[in-house]
Each structure stands twice: as structure tokens, then as C-alpha cells.
């Protein structure tokens, strides 16, 4: 470290707790890395990238200095790596991939001594319909449920087995199943206890549809038995949003019981199929100020992690954004973020440590997207750790002081 870094930490160190958006912050590798912050709490610090992020050399030295693990924001879903015209031509029936986008962005990850989280590999939002039907066509009838079985396994197996032949040891663990859970009473068979999801915003879920209604099992003993064929060191997650409400990780918790008692061993005892629940951190109100920087939601997700840990799952937190909408909220957004990192070095103070990874999703803040946009809403203008422009905000100092301390 230079002599000015050092200088500039020590500043930082001593000042920065009063910090405001309109002093001139530090620069980020004026700290130390933050993963290293983590490591020693028993949990990876992690966040998020897309295709487009490779031409942003600012974002890859950020990735680089502060995170051990990244996650794919699209390019490893089925629906990214599913090619329809090399389906149709598929000598073999099966699935065929196209892995161009995701290989680059998880080459990088390897060049630069990043683990990658694979997210997804069954989702069933915006999932291609042509999966489902007769010779990958548009419009063709749809397959029976055994031809979907097939296809499921050999989609799974073909992209677990490739990223480990291709990037060994690299992708570290698998979200083999996204958002399978149903909010709302209409989302679901009234009386299933594990809220198989029936429906989304008015689109069936088709993975239920035509693989079945064990559908996240199987996937499951088909990623297991991948995993295993290969001989790989992979965690295998169940991943959801909501997942600290008492509700839906009730729902969860029946669906990991499902999970693991789905399948037999050669004793005939009951095969651990799943490792891990990723819990989405999406934190407060959803396009609006109502409801966020909660001090109470911090409880919330210590008893979920709590809850996930006594059935024997490794914790994740998978997608953080702990959202404001107001600029002017920023003192405050940095007090409750420093608390909830706490809570992450409370779950894990003693010798379990349930919590393994928590991943930055809203990372910078989003000041210029519209209101409408998807974006404003799921992590909200200024939820960021750091500026649009990848300068530090009080937030960032918070967590930092919070890990830093002894």
C-alpha cells in the first residue's frame, strides 16, 4: 500500500463515520479488500455481473479488489444458453447449448481468482416455451411428461458437467431451482404445504406443467448425480425471494424436506439432495420508500437463517439490495446496512457457521432509471453500496467498519 493509501485509510478510519453524500469520498482500494473482511466471519463476500460488465474496466478492478465470488446476472439461465436452431438439429433429441457469453464471463472469473455462484439452472420465468414441444418448434404440440424428464436431466447434467470440464473447481455451487414457491393464495393448490407454484403474473409455470409436480426434486437428483458423476466439490441451493417471511420459508422448509427424502441411497436410506437455501435479500418496499430501512426485517432474516441452519442447509444470502429511494436517506441507509452485517457475524460467532456467501446485487445506486423501471423498483436508486459512478457512500464505510471491528 502507498504511502497516500494509507494515509487516506487512516483518515477514512477516523472521519468517515460522519461521512455525507456531499464530501469527497475515498477511493475503494483505500480499504481493504472486503472479502477478506468476510473470510474471517466464515462467509464469502460476493456480487454481480452481466456480459456488458467486460467492456467496464472500472466495475472488473472493483470485482477484483473487493469480491471473491460472482454471480451471472442472465447468461447462465436455461433461457440464455438454450439455442433453438441447434435443438431442432440435435442428432440425439436433446437439449443443445450455447455457451459462448457465459464461458467469456466465467474465464474471467477464473483469470482473475473469482469463484462463481451458477445461477440458474430451472427457473421457470421467461422460460422458452419451444423447450417444451415437439421438435423445439413454436408451435408444435408438447411433449409427454417422460420426453420433458430427458430433456430436464440431460439440460442439467450437459451445463453442470461443462462448466466443471471447462473451469475446474470454479463454480462453486449451483442455484438448481429459482422462485418454485408461491406468494399468494391464487399462486398455488390451496392445502399443498410446500406452495409448488402453479402461476406467475399470469403465465403457468411450465416446468410443472409438462416435467410434473416433483419437478424441483428431480432437478435436484439430477444435479446431484451430476455433481457426483463428475466427482466435483458443488453445493447445490434452493434460491427464492421473500424467504425471511415466516410464511414462505415455512412453504421452503417443506420443500426442502421434499428435496431430501425424495430419493433413495443403496441402503435405502434417504440421498441429500440439496446443500443450501439462498435466501434473495431484497429488503424494504418494492418501488417505494414504505417500508424500507426496517430495523425489524434484521430480526426477520437472523431467524431465517437460524430456521434454514437447523434443517441442515448451508445459508446464503443471494441477492442483496437493502433498497432506499430517497438520496436524502443515506445516513440512515448506512445504519441499517452496518446492523445487518452484524446480524451476518452474530449467525456465524460460533463454531457453525451457517451463512457462506452474501452477494451484492444492488451494488450502485440507480439514480437516473425511470421510475417504472424494473430496476428503480428491485433495487432502488440509491440502495447501493456505492455511487453510479463507483465512489464510496456511507453505506459502504458502515459494513466496512462493522467487519473491521475486532
Not at 417422460?146 to 466443471?164: A, D, G, N, P
Amino acid at each position: 500500500m502507498t504511502m497516500r493509501k494509507l494515509l487516506a485509510l487512516l483518515l477514512t478510519l477516523c472521519l468517515l463515520p460522519a461521512m455525507t453524500m456531499a464530501e469527497e469520498a475515498p477511493a475503494y482500494d483505500s480499504f481493504k479488500p472486503m472479502k477478506e473482511l468476510t473470510e474471517q466471519y466464515g462467509f464469502k463476500f460476493g456480487a454481480s455481473m452481466s456480459y456488458g460488465h467486460l467492456r467496464d474496466q472500472s466495475y472488473l478492478d472493483l470485482l477484483k479488489y473487493h469480491f471473491g465470488s460472482v454471480t451471472m446476472n442472465n447468461e447462465m439461465k436455461a433461457y440464455s444458453l438454450l439455442n433453438q436452431m441447434m435443438c431442432r438439429v440435435s442428432k440425439d433429441g436433446m437439449p443443445a447449448m450455447n455457451y459462448f457469453q457465459a464461458d467469456k464471463l466465467v474465464g474471467w472469473a477464473q483469470e482473475n481468482g473469482l469463484k462463481v455462484r451458477g445461477h440458474v439452472l430451472v427457473w421457470d420465468a421467461y422460460m422458452n416455451d419451444w423447450f417444451f414441444r415437439e421438435g423445439y418448434q413454436n408451435n408444435t404440440p408438447y411433449v409427454d411428461r417422460e420426453t420433458m424428464k430427458l430433456r430436464l436431466e440431460s439440460y442439467i447434467t450437459q451445463v453442470v458437467t461443462h462448466f466443471e470440464t471447462e473451469f475446474p473447481g470454479v463454480v462453486y455451487c449451483w442455484d438448481v431451482v429459482n422462485e418454485a414457491v408461491g406468494d399468494n393464495a391464487n399462486e398455488y393448490v390451496p392445502g399443498d404445504p410446500k406452495h409448488l407454484r402453479t402461476i406467475r403474473s399470469g403465465t403457468s409455470n411450465l416446468f410443472r406443467d409438462h416435467v410434473g409436480e416433483d419437478y424441483v426434486e428431480l432437478s435436484f437428483l439430477y444435479a446431484r448425480n451430476a455433481v457426483e458423476a463428475l466427482g466435483a466439490d458443488i453445493k447445490l441451493f434452493y434460491n427464492d425471494y421473500n424467504g425471511f417471511f415466516e410464511e414462505k420459508s415455512e412453504a421452503i422448509c417443506q420443500l426442502v424436506t421434499s428435496i431430501n427424502s425424495y430419493a433413495k441411497d443403496e441402503n435405502g436410506n434417504d440421498r441429500k439432495l440439496i446443500d443450501g437455501v439462498g435466501m434473495q435479500g431484497y429488503i424494504g418496499g418494492y418501488g417505494v420508500q414504505q417500508g424500507c430501512l426496517q430495523l425489524n426485517d434484521l430480526e426477520r432474516i437472523r431467524k431465517a437463517i437460524q430456521k434454514y441452519a437447523d434443517m441442515g442447509c448451508e445459508v446464503q444470502i443471494t441477492e442483496m439490495a437493502l433498497r432506499n429511494f430517497e438520496k436524502d436517506q443515506a445516513d440512515k441507509h448506512a445504519e441499517v446496512y452496518g446492523k445487518l452485517f452484524q446480524v451476518f457475524k452474530d449467525v456465524n460467532a460460533g463454531e457453525d457457521k451457517p451463512l457462506t456467501c452474501v452477494a451484492i446485487w444492488g451494488l450502485t445506486d440507480y439514480p437516473n432509471v425511470p421510475k417504472d423501471n424494473y430496476v428503480y423498483k428491485l433495487n432502488s436508486p440509491y440502495g447501493g453500496l456505492i455511487t453510479e459512478k463507483y465512489a464510496i457512500k456511507p453505506a459502504f464505510v458502515s459494513v466496512y467498519n462493522t467487519l473491521n471491528e475486532q
